[in-house]
Nanobody, 115 residues
Framework: QVQLVESGGGLVQPGGSLRLSCAASGSIFSIYAMGWYRQAPGKQRDLVAF???????NYADSVEGRFTISRDNAKNTVYLQMNSLKPEDTAVYYC?????????WGQGTQVTVSS
């Protein structure tokens, strides 16, 4: 079963950038579609970016054009490049598989966008 460890969060000013990483254990990582999810205080956890096993990507409207998801199957890692960050991007960010095949969640990584 896949186990997930997120990293790369932090405090950044509006307009800044961060790159999140998600390291996945398991030799069959390459067959999984992967997504980045986020959960702000008092809100539900939402999928914001998705990448298929073949590299096809999809984004929530709120991050389209600012965030880029990518994956390196040789390193069992999925990334989220976040540019032009806004205060409303503040949340705990998690990676996981396709919403229909979720595995146990990792601890997430906190992203705070504030001046």
């Amino acid at each position: 079963q896949v186990q997930l460890v997120e990293s790369g969060g932090g405090l950044v000013q509006p307009g800044g950038s961060l790159r999140l990483s998600c390291a996945a254990s398991g030799s069959i990582f390459s067959i999984y579609a992967m997504g980045w999810y986020r959960q702000a205080p008092g809100k539900q956890r939402d999928l914001v970016a998705f990448i298929s096993s073949g590299g096809r990507t999809n984004y929530a409207d709120s991050v389209e054009g600012r965030f880029t998801i990518s994956r390196d199957n040789a390193k069992n890692t999925v990334y989220l490049q976040m540019n032009s960050l806004k205060p409303e991007d503040t949340a705990v960010y998690y990676c996981n598989t396709d919403p229909s095949t979720l595995v146990p969640w990792g601890q997430g990584t906190q992203v705070t966008v504030s001046s």
